[in-house]
């Protein structure tokens, strides 16, 4: 039997194998109704409109609210959460989060819109970070990256499912209300449920795991004190944070991250809208027909990361993905409704593979022991862009009646993060 790290292999394994199974499972689904109840206000822009009196400016500013409170949250929350641990704290983000998303469906002006969705960014900041700290405390180094991508795959099932699962909502009446606010309703029911359910189902640390044998809590906690103590003696001095935000290469990450968030939240708040005209459509057909591009982007993703691991340039293969996303929005503003989300479903397959290709970059380049903190910071800086896309978005609207110098600044980003990425490094300088 192999030692590793003074771990013996094979209880290593088994015991490996029993936290992915039963913590992956749960952490997408969380991620799942996560992005949910981030994004459903995609759907609802039109019944806005006629129920709360909200143009289109003012729709895209109460959408970008919700990632100026996350951006500002984010770090307190990754602190509290090492103070309280994971299991108290990723249980709190996620019942929190439900609840105010099932307060939208109570908002009546456009004041409680702007508050309650600058309180939702607040209430799921933290949840991101709290799951890759939480990987750290239960997975070693080489299986780490492997559970992350799994994670973040949740994002593409609920670009996937939101469509579909949020028209279907609307077409129910729940208390009395109309159907947007049932569906609001239910799905921050949703996450508050799956919020309770994880305060039974998670640990905070694998000696509290007693699906582990004592022999697997062991191999898993020598393991990981093991890497982190060689870690250590690797370099004579802790990194700081604030040292590394000195760093070209950390800018360059966040800047890279916010042109390829600008595109995505851009297509997830304004889509909707651009399907609604190409007909009269209902509500579950506009939510069917928005599940297309993000299918379509799953197979892309799936594609990408089979031939980035293959062939390696990972620069390359996400400056690729970047200039299909340009090229798309580009050809968007070329045609009518219908060309337009065809180019969109074009342009998908390159902005989500940018997305999941792009954190093997600053994984490979930062420190390890700060890796999370740093990667929480490029993931609350990155996601501005989701205030920014849908905020000037509506601001073009109600000045020109329509998006395209929008989706001309898209490309024109989703171009410059292309060149940019050829400067991001893959590792430290020696």
Known sequence: MREFFGASEDHLGAAVAKVKQRVLPLFIVMFIVNYLDRVNVGFIQQHLRTDLGLDSAAYGLGAGLFFVGYAIFEVPSNLLLQKFGARLWLTRITITWGVVASLMAFARTENEFYFLRFAL????????????????????????????????SGSAIASVLSGPLSGALMQTSLLGLKGWQSMLFVEGLFSVVIGVGAWFWLDSLPRDARWLSAEQQQALETTIEAEQREREASRSERPGVLRLLRDPQIVLFCVIYFAIQLTIYAATFWLPSIIRKMGDLTDVQVGFLNSVPWTISIAGMYLAA???????????????????????????????????????????????????????????????????????????????????APTV??????????????????????????????????????
């Open 121 to 152: 960014g607040a209430a799921e900041a933290g949840f991101f970070p709290g799951v890759i700290y939480y990987f750290t405390r239960w997975l070693p180094g080489a299986e780490r990256g492997k559970a992350i991508a799994l994670f973040l």
């Open 393 to 430: 978005f509506g601001q073009l609207e109600k000045a020109t009646g329509s998006v395209q110098y929008g989706l001309y600044g898209l490309a024109i980003a989703s171009v410059l993060a292309a060149g940019l990425v050829f400067l991001a490094r893959t590792k430290p300088q020696a």
């Open 306 to 388: 089979a031939g980035a691991a293959r062939w390696r340039r990972p620069q390359l293969w996400v400056a690729g993905a970047l200039v299909i996303a340009a090229t798309g929005m580009f050809l968007s503003t070329t045609g009518g409704p219908i060309f337009a989300f065809v180019a969109i479903c074009f342009a998908a397959l390159g902005f989500k593979s940018a997305s999941s290709l792009f954190w093997p970059i600053p994984q490979g380049y930062l420190d390890a022991r700060i890796a999370a903190a740093v990667i929480a910071l490029i993931n609350s800086l990155g996601n501005l862009g989701g205030f920014v």
